[in-house]
């Protein structure tokens, strides 16, 4: 069994930062790539960046040069440093990611966090 457990949103202005964090806990070996998503009001589910076991990174085109997704491999934690902040960012943010467990790979999601961005 595997959890995730994302925190860090909240209320923020436009052009303001929040720092995201999700920690996994459970039977885990090893854990490989970790990803954050968010969901909109409204809309579908999107990809937001991802980040492989070896530190290599992708974003989306619409929050590049704007958000750093980074990891802790040691805490089992993945954070997501969003800056410059813009109210269409306003989304349910979820983590997500590909847990080596009791042999077999499963990928587990976290419940999500709130993020609002408005003056």
């Known amino acids: 069994q595997v959890q995730l457990v994302e925190s860090g949103g909240g209320l923020v202005q436009p052009g303001g930062s929040l720092r995201l964090s999700c920690a996994a806990s459970g039977s885990i070996f090893r854990i490989n790539h970790m990803r954050w998503y968010r969901q909109p009001p409204g809309k579908e589910r999107e990809l937001v960046a991802v980040?492989?076991?070896?530190?290599?990174?992708d974003y989306s085109y619409s929050v590049k040069d704007r958000f750093t997704i980074s990891r802790d491999n040691a805490k089992y934690t993945v954070y997501l440093q969003m800056n410059s902040l813009k109210p269409e960012d306003t989304a349910v943010y979820y983590c997500?990611?590909?847990?080596?467990?009791?042999?077999?790979?499963?990928?587990?999601w976290g419940q999500g966090t709130q993020v609002t961005v408005s003056s």
């Open positions: 997500n990611a590909d847990v080596i467990s009791r042999g077999s790979q499963i990928r587990s």
């Open positions: 980040i492989t076991s070896g530190g290599s990174t």
